[in-house]
């Protein structure tokens, strides 16, 4: 079955302790992202990666890092998470990029204490 | 990118044509308009997406008139299944890998 997975689906951590959420897909797609959604203020690119090793921030990058080693995957990496990243985290993934149709994951509800 | 903007809110009854209608005014040539729907704490899925005039699928009918700097979704009679937060997207490969949700438009269907 197409799809894009996440890891973990909920986590709950304190300030400081870095955390990666990952994100996966086995569609064979170039082009994946990352938004954070939080009430009232919609959904938030993070960053996006346009093939492997090529990534770019979008307009919440502050906070957060990524790699794109492999096609399929791209992980979320939160070095040193604050309450202000409380948050639910999406990831998607498309066949060239923004433009596209976007395949999103099932998401992440992230609670930092 | 080209900023879209719809209504915050639609109600309707079940059985009825829905139609949200979003504007674009800044669309460029290369652009396409995407809608997508997302339910309460899963991410957004895709309905439709054209060009211009007008595409139909299974799920909903996409009508963008000749100036394309407006777009509507219908969806036609509708259940209370399709009670959820509906976005309008506009992009193209000039976009590159931005890309801006907006706020959406929350359609509540009741019975």
């Known amino acids: 079955e197409a799809q894009v997975t996440q890891n973990p689906r909920y986590l709950i951590t304190v300030t400081g302790k870095k955390l990666t959420v990952t994100c996966s897909q086995n569609m064979n797609h170039e082009y994946m992202s990352w938004y954070r959604q939080d009430p009232g203020l919609g959904l938030r690119q993070i960053y996006y990666?346009?093939?492997?090793?090529v990534t770019d921030k979008g307009d919440v990058p502050e906070g957060y890092k990524v790699s794109r080693k492999e096609k399929r995957n791209f992980p979320l990496i939160l070095e040193s998470p604050s309450p202000n990243q409380t948050s639910l985290y999406f990831c998607?993934?498309?066949?060239w990029g923004a433009g596209e149709t976007q395949y999103f994951g099932p998401g992440t509800r992230l609670l930092v204490l | 990118l080209a900023k879209t903007t719809q209504p915050i809110s639609m109600d309707s009854y079940e059985g009825q044509e829905v139609n949200i209608t979003c504007s674009h005014n800044n669309i460029a040539t290369n652009d396409y308009i995407t809608w997508y729907q997302q339910f309460p704490s899963q991410g957004p899925r895709f309905i439709i997406q054209g060009y211009k005039t007008k595409v139909t699928n299974e799920v909903a009918s996409l009508f963008i008139p000749a100036d394309r700097k407006s777009s509507t979704l219908s969806l036609p009679r509708v259940s209370l299944s399709d009670t959820a937060v509906y976005y309008c997207?506009?992009?193209?490969?000039?976009?590159?890998?931005?890309?801006?949700f907006g706020a959406g438009t929350q359609v509540v269907v009741t019975p």
């Open positions: 990666s346009m093939n492997v090793e």
């Open positions: 998607a993934s498309s066949f």
């Open positions: 997207l506009v992009g193209s490969t000039d976009s590159w890998g931005k890309l801006q």
